[in-house]
């Protein structure tokens, strides 16, 4: 974790723009930022965007870009363009070095960028599959990537908390881990195949927790987000 920063990140999984920014409104001064992915930002774009970032909750702004380096650059050119900049933007480090130096150089230090590793959605046979190295395995795999990602320049990468403990161990003190797969102890895993508890997440080291249905699917979403701090209290 961060010293002295709230690790929750919610993610705002929604197209609907009144209730993304309800939530922000409503999670603003409990968690320490809000995701918009694809399905907010392809809605509504950059004036969507403002609405929410103007509730006073950091973003990251989750469009994991992978395309040819200049591509990239100047996708993330055209983001840091928003109104306010986004807290976290990330890509995707499979897009290999050359994409990832030139996503570093475009963001020059304006927000934190990262890189996507091995998505939680997808097990060992799912990435063996997919075509890579059928010698390792997905940690192994997230160590890499995580190598490369740091030597290009980005502050971090996003991986599943079964990886935080090996990238942590490779990259050393400094480089970040945003983790999604994150549920509560009483959650339902859908979609994600290698998930933890907020508690565990923790414990391994990472640096921010990604948490979505577990809050905004509550009754009371910021009552949700409050008793998840309070259970990584003592980790």
Avoid: W
């Avoid at 603003?28 to 930022?33: C, I, K, P, R």
């Avoid at 994600?192 to 948490?211: E, M, Y």
């Amino acid at each position: 974790m961060i010293p002295g920063q709230n690790p929750l990140c919610i993610a705002l999984d929604t197209p609907d723009l009144a209730r993304a920014v309800t939530l922000a409104k409503a999670l603003s001064g409990t968690v320490g930022y809000v995701k918009l992915g694809m399905e907010f930002y392809y809605a509504h774009g950059p004036k969507g965007y403002a609405q929410v970032a103007a509730m006073g909750v950091p973003v990251f702004l989750d469009l994991k870009l992978h395309d040819i380096p200049n591509t990239v650059a100047q996708g993330l050119t055209s983001l840091m363009k928003l109104d306010p900049v986004p807290a976290i933007v990330n890509v995707h480090a499979s897009g290999g070095r050359p994409m990832l130096t030139a996503a570093a150089d475009a963001v020059a230090g304006r927000a934190r960028l990262i890189a996507v590793t091995i998505l939680t959605s997808l097990s060992d046979h799912d990435i063996h599959e997919a075509g890579y190295d059928p010698a390792r395995n997905t940690a192994e795999q997230a160590r890499d990537m995580a190598l490369v990602v740091k030597s290009s320049g980005l502050d971090g990468v996003v991986c599943s908390p079964l990886d935080i403990a090996n990238i942590k161990q490779a990259t050393g003190p400094g480089f970040l881990t945003i983790v999604p797969g994150i549920r509560p102890p009483d959650s339902a895993a859908g979609d994600q195949k290698r998930i933890a508890t907020p508690q565990a997440a923790l414990a391994q080291g990472a640096d921010i927790l990604v948490i979505g249905r577990p809050v905004t699917g509550a009754a009371d979403p910021v009552a949700a987000a409050h008793a998840i701090l309070e259970s990584l209290h003592g980790h």
